[in-house]
């Protein structure tokens, strides 16, 4: 078609001259827009005068412009008027495309309206098609479907009789003849196989049986154990086209046999009751590492290799031993003897060469990787357990052995004696045989319950010396009130002495190598002061023997006749014989000891005021009385076997020079050389009034007088003195607080020069003062 042919099928357009009332706004603008700027142009211009001259010029270059311009807008117009033609004709054209595709479209939906009913008529025949094929596939498997029922029950024969090859084998064969079956007809499943299900879990569970008692029957029937893996792995490698869950009977299988070898091991009617758990713990010492030499030697040829059968083995036997013991520690507390017992089983035996830890145990098993069976939190509550059980124990027979003890004290025989002569008593033994026994015991378990149990022995030995020294302060309480009169009261003090020694003694038993210094200074204080106390009990028994014949001192009597001092070393001699029944070096602290307490009593009676010296041959009478009666006790003394080199005796000596002393004036040189030959040494008092009381009940119990304390003798108060007659010379009253008995309880070593007479010089300077001197006033602060 050519353009006049186009043209004149193309509609005509409406013009600007044929619409008269159309008006553009952009036009309208842009014409604003070019005046303005043609103005502002202008303006530029003809500013100046002489640029008016070119007025025509400018006028004439104007006018080509535009009409350069018009021309331009006219070709554009054209060209797009000449465009929008051509798509008005091609929507034309288009239009009248789709109004025949229309009409092509509905002659075509009725042709398939027509062919649908001719479908609907042929559908009988179809399906009697589909179940042609059906009868005729069902013709062809006739013959075998008519056996599936003979075949089930042959099956389940083979299972019943242990024969599980042949039984999967059959039951294999009827899977795919069902499979075969189930195509030709769609999916669908004939009554004839509802017995499949059924019969396959019944070998599942034959399997399973066989792979649980996998031990035994590799004992006893091998083959029957290798049929059953045989058939897991089978199965495990076959594909089914129908749609079944699988029967994954290889993990059955591995599952069977841990499940089969922790019933054998760890079955519920196998946990060990209250007391059984020691014989329990031993046969498992011995089952264990044989069930794992079985499982090597005829459990695995009869597995895979990718079973791994002796890994397998020991991880379910410790996996299953460590849930028994969980559940053992879960149960009531165990008694101290089964805890210790498992500890030990746990911690050395299960680890050691005759189980886990043999030489005999292949690499296979790997048991490298296996958690402890007990964790640190078991470890430490049975620990914990077993030292609660056996301090409390440790104590009962402690107690018990003490009672024992204290018993003994109030025997009509004296104490018991060894081959030396020497008192002698089990209990030191006792004690220290109770308690080193437990620490040497669980050295064997672990370093951690030897330090707990080392902690409480040491803690319950402080505890029963504690429990010691307050029997010993009842004993006393009550054979000097006349309670419970001792026939031999001051035997059994010494024997506690001697016990005490043993102790002391022997408590380094009780340290272990890894123990740092200073655990045991605890016990050592708490020995310390019983050795104290019953040292005080001792020379408070001596004071009672001495007290009365100190009384007669001084008088006239004392100083005519050596009677009155005689009955006092009889008496000290015959108290102090019982002291060769102690044991170095305690046997010296006691002579040292009493040795100062007579020496003392001996002063304190000089100086009651009893005697008054009239004149200088008295005082030099009563010199000579000292002087014998020092040489007397030092004879004494020497006798018992104390070492001259701590004797307290030369005191007197010291003293009797004073009393020779004919020019007063010296006295004060005298007293100053005495000082120095005789220095001041204090000790510390023995246990004071209240700790006694609070031993004995409280602040309202009764309270004896204080023992192992300062001695002080009756009489005036220290430092008061009754003025004597006129002319006389009087001693002195009181005694000073340095010449107080004293003993070391952190030694058994005396110490030599251990009396002191500085206190005592100035109250007896008074001894040596003539009544007559004229100095008397000037030179005694006491007249």
């Given amino acids: 078609m050519d353009s006049a042919a186009r043209d004149k099928t193309q509609p005509a357009l409406p013009t600007g001259s044929s619409c008269p009332g159309l008006e553009w706004p952009e036009q309208e603008r842009a014409e604003q827009l070019a005046r303005g700027a043609a103005l502002k142009w202008a303006s530029g211009i003809f500013y100046r005068p002489e640029q008016l001259a070119r007025l025509g010029q400018y006028r004439n270059r104007e006018v080509q412009r535009t009409c350069s311009l018009e021309a331009r807008i006219k070709s554009v117009v054209q060209s797009y008027l000449e465009g929008v033609k051509t798509g008005v004709w091609q929507l034309a054209q288009a239009l009248e495309a789709v109004q025949g595709a229309r009409e092509a479209l509905g002659q075509a939906r009725g042709l398939l309206r027509d062919m649908a009913e001719a479908a609907q008529t042929l559908e009988p025949l179809r399906e009697q098609v589909v179940e042609h094929k059906q009868l005729q596939a069902l013709s062809q498997l006739l013959p075998r479907l008519r056996a599936v029922p ?204 005759e189980m886990m830890g043999s030489l005999e145990l292949g690499p296979e098993a790997d048991v490298s990787d296996l958690e402890p069976l007990l964790t640190l939190e078991n470890i430490e509550q049975l620990e914990a357990t077993f030292v609660a059980k056996v301090q409390a124990k440790v104590a009962q027979w402690l107690q018990k052995a003490l009672d024992g003890e204290v018993v003994e004290w109030g025997r009509e025989q004296e104490p018991d004696t060894d081959l030396s002569g020497f008192y002698h008593s089990p209990l030191p033994a006792i004690v220290l045989q109770i308690l080193e026994e437990n620490i040497r015991v669980t050295r064997i378990v672990s370093v951690s319950l030897e330090q707990r149990v080392h902690g409480m022995a040491l803690s319950e030995l402080s505890a029963f010396l504690r429990s010691f020294t307050d029997a010993l302060i009842r004993f006393s309480r009550d054979h000097l009130r006349g309670e419970a009169v001792v026939p031999h009261y001051v035997p059994y003090l010494l024997a506690t002495l001697n016990h005490q020694l043993a102790l002391s003694s022997s408590v380094s038993v009780l340290q272990p190598k890894w123990v740092v210094p200073g655990v045991l ?131 007197l000596l010291a003293l009797k020079e004073l009393l020779n002393l004919r020019d007063p004036t010296l006295l004060g040189l005298e007293v100053a050389g005495l000082r120095q030959q005789f220095p001041d040494v204090r000790c510390e008092d023995g246990p004071g009034r209240e700790e006694t009381q609070e031993r004995l009940g409280g602040a309202n119990a009764p309270v004896t007088p204080q023992r192992g304390s300062r001695l002080r003798p009756p009489g005036p108060a220290r430092r008061r003195v009754p003025r004597a007659a006129p002319g006389r010379t009087q001693l002195s009253a009181g005694r000073p607080a340095a010449l107080a008995p004293s003993w070391s309880p952190s030694t058994f070593q005396p110490r030599a020069n251990t009396c002191t007479l500085a206190g005592l010089l100035l109250p007896l300077r008074v001894l040596c003062l003539t009544p007559d001197c004229p100095q008397n006033k000037v030179t005694s602060p006491y007249a």
């Fill in 150 to 353: 003979a075949a089930v029950a042959h099956t389940q024969t083979l299972i019943d009789a242990q024969r599980l090859l042949e039984a999967y084998v059959s039951l294999r064969e009827l899977e795919q003849l069902q499979e075969e079956t189930c195509v030709p007809l769609g999916g669908l499943e004939l009554p004839v196989f509802e017995g499949l299900g059924p019969l396959a879990e019944a070998l599942g569970q034959a399997v399973e049986a066989a792979a649980g008692a996998a031990g035994q029957l590799a004992r006893e029937n091998p083959a029957l154990l290798v049929a059953a893996v045989r058939v897991a792995e089978v199965d495990a490698g076959c594909t089914t086209s129908l749609e079944q869950a699988p029967r994954d009977w290889r993990q059955r299988c591995l599952r069977a046999l841990q499940q089969g070898l922790e019933r054998v091991h760890f079955g519920t009617s196998l946990q060990p009751g209250p007391g059984e758990l020691a014989k329990w713990l031993e046969a498992l010492r011995v089952a264990l590492p044989a069930e794992l030499a079985m499982a090597e030697a005829l459990v695995a040829p009869c597995c895979p290799p990718h079973y791994k059968v002796v890994q397998l083995w020991a991880h379910t036997l410790h996996g299953g031993l460590r849930r028994c013991l969980q559940q053992l520690l879960e149960g009531p507390e165990l008694e101290e003897a089964d805890t210790f017992t498992l500890l030990h089983w746990v911690l050395h035996v299960y680890q050691g060469p």
């Fill in 521 to 651: 200074a605890p016990v050592e204080a708490e020995l310390d002061k019983l050795q104290k106390r019953i040292c005080g009990l001792v020379l408070e028994a001596l004071l009672a023997e001495l007290q009365p014949l100190f009384a007669a001192l001084p008088s006239r009597r004392w100083l005519s006749s050596p009677e009155l001092l005689d009955d006092v070393c009889k008496r000290t001699a015959r108290f102090c014989q019982n002291f060769q029944h102690v044991r170095n070096p305690a046997v010296q602290l006691l002579l040292v000891e009493a040795e100062r307490t007579v020496v003392l009593q001996y002063l304190s009676a000089l100086m009651q005021g009893r005697l008054v010296c009239r004149g200088a041959d008295e005082r030099t009478q009563a010199a000579e009385r000292m002087q014998h009666d020092a040489a007397q006790l030092q004879e004494l003394f020497l006798g018992l076997g104390l070492e001259e080199s701590v004797q307290c005796v030369p005191v």
